[in-house]
């Protein structure tokens, strides 16, 4: 016998006229530990909400990541894995294109990919959907790819990808509430 499944009061429909465009529009990245000690962050039935003015007034130290947002790389995926056993899996993962391999990058990189950190990351995507990423355990730089180019058509560029492991899908927020990231 199977787990029941309530379907009361779901919905999934095509969504005919809204926007669909791929790509990332705003991506800030916070300290897990800050976010907990200082945020005033918290999610019901799957949407987040900041009950203060704004993570940053709370004291948080928030990071924005500047990129290029047409670059046809930088993306977020959520993939969740449910298997037979009852067992499941959800793995988050963003990734980004900056141009140039200068040195307040690669210092900036190197801080990011501080082994044992645990960084929350809100995302906007050029859909205008608005997530927190890692909320529940954290995400890690998985790799920073530098690359000088080989012609003059190639890029000089980093690429920092960010994964983790959570038990949910990423928390969404309205764009109001994103607002307050910054704040």
Do not use: W
């Not at 787990?3 to 790509?23: E, I, M």
């Not at 980004?96 to 995507?125: C, H, Q, S, W, Y």
């Not at 920073?144 to 080989?150: E, L, N, Y």
């Amino acid at each position: 016998m199977g787990c029941p499944v309530n379907f009361t009061g779901l919905a999934v429909s095509y969504a005919c006229g809204t926007v669909s465009s791929g790509g990332l529009k705003e991506v800030y990245l916070v300290d897990k530990t800050d976010l907990e000690t200082n945020g005033s962050l918290s999610v019901t039935a799957g949407v987040a909400s900041i009950s203060g003015t704004g993570l940053v007034t709370d004291g948080c130290d928030v990071l924005e990541l500047g990129f290029n947002n047409k670059d046809a790389f930088s993306n977020f995926t959520d993939v969740k894995t449910v298997n037979a056993d009852g067992s499941a899996a959800v793995v988050p993962t963003i990734a980004m294109e900056f141009l140039r391999m200068d040195a307040a990058k690669r210092n900036a990189f190197e801080t990011i990919a501080t082994p044992g950190a645990e960084i929350v990351a809100f995302v906007k995507t050029a859909a205008g959907t608005c997530h927190v990423v890692g909320l529940d355990f954290g995400l890690y730089a998985g790799t920073i790819d530098g690359a000088s180019g080989a012609a003059r058509t190639d890029k000089n560029r980093y690429q920092l990808t960010l994964i983790g492991e959570e038990n949910v899908l990423a928390y969404t927020m309205t764009e109001a509430e994103f607002a307050k990231v910054i704040l």
